[in-house]
């Protein structure tokens, strides 16, 4: 008897109703970008819930494709939490930067700065992703440490569109790569990736598929801000908003 994790030979997309959620909102954010370039506004607040059905649905999806217990799923998510509020006080190890609240739903954080509570999650489908498409080639650390790459690689690809296009946060200091991102960070990004991959591959019991839930989500997901950057105007190109508009809801900004 087939396992609920099996796919049958021939499907394109892995089951599970979470992945098609994600895949799913994937694509509406992908037309609402575009409808918003053409002059069509969203209406207000669907671009915050898309953004939280993205997230969630991506994690959830990870924890149905990988047999792994909850717990270490726990435990990633503690690690990327911690790392940012750590960063956030201490400008170590990424760098010095900011969360501007502009990401829903967020709270005080360290330092004067906003903490977005879907980070973590957000942290936690990426490095999870990233680990999930590495298993599928590699076991292991050795997973641990291509998916600590992966997860660094699109990481280039994220923060542009999150400082460039949503104003989510901003660097103390522009750096060299995308973003205005210093190096520290892309080392960081592949430390932490790589330890919560080592927390996977630990208690991972996953079978080896044919396919990877991990390309599921990185490679849409990397779309998706590739469509977003071109897109989107820069928010430096826009005007000022006046003070009774500066409430940070983006449908305005894209």
């Known amino acids: 008897m087939k396992g609920h994790h099996e796919t049958r030979k021939g499907r394109l997309v892995p089951k599970g109703v979470a992945l098609r959620v994600f895949l799913a909102t994937v694509a509406f954010s992908m ?7 053409a002059g069509i506004a969203p209406p207000p607040g669907i671009e915050s819930i898309a953004n ?8 959830l999806a990870l924890v149905d494709w990988l047999r792994v217990p909850i717990f270490a799923w726990i435990l990633v998510l503690t690690l990327g939490a911690m790392i940012e509020w750590v960063g956030l006080a201490t400008g170590w190890p990424f760098g010095a930067y900011v969360y501007t609240g502009d990401w829903w739903p967020s709270i005080a954080g360290p330092s004067g700065s906003a903490f977005p509570v879907l980070l973590p999650f957000a942290w936690l489908m990426m490095a999870g992703a990233a680990y999930a498409l590495a298993r599928h080639w ?6 641990a440490a291509l998916g ?13 569109v999150m400082v460039d296009r949503l104003g989510y946060w901003r660097w103390a200091d522009s750096g060299p790569l995308p973003g205005g991102a210093p190096w520290s960070n892309f080392f960081a990004w592949y430390a932490t990736a790589f330890l919560a991959g080592l927390i996977l591959s630990r208690w991972d019991q996953s079978p080896k598929r044919e396919k990877s839930v991990g390309a599921w989500i990185l490679v849409p997901f990397s779309l998706f801000l590739a469509a977003l950057y071109a897109l989107s105007p820069s928010l430096a190109d826009l005007p000022a908003p006046r003070d009774e ?3 940070g809801d983006l449908v305005r900004r894209v």
Do not use: F, K
Not at 148 to 160: F, I, K, M, Q
């Open 148 to 160: 600590g790459l992966l997860a660094s690689v699109v990481d280039l690809l994220l923060e542009p």
């Open 31 to 37: 037309l609402g970008t575009a409808l918003a370039s």
């Open 52 to 59: 939280l059905v993205l997230i969630l649905s991506g994690c």
């Open 245 to 247: 508009d500066s409430s």
């Open 138 to 143: 590699v076991g292991g650390w050795r997973a």
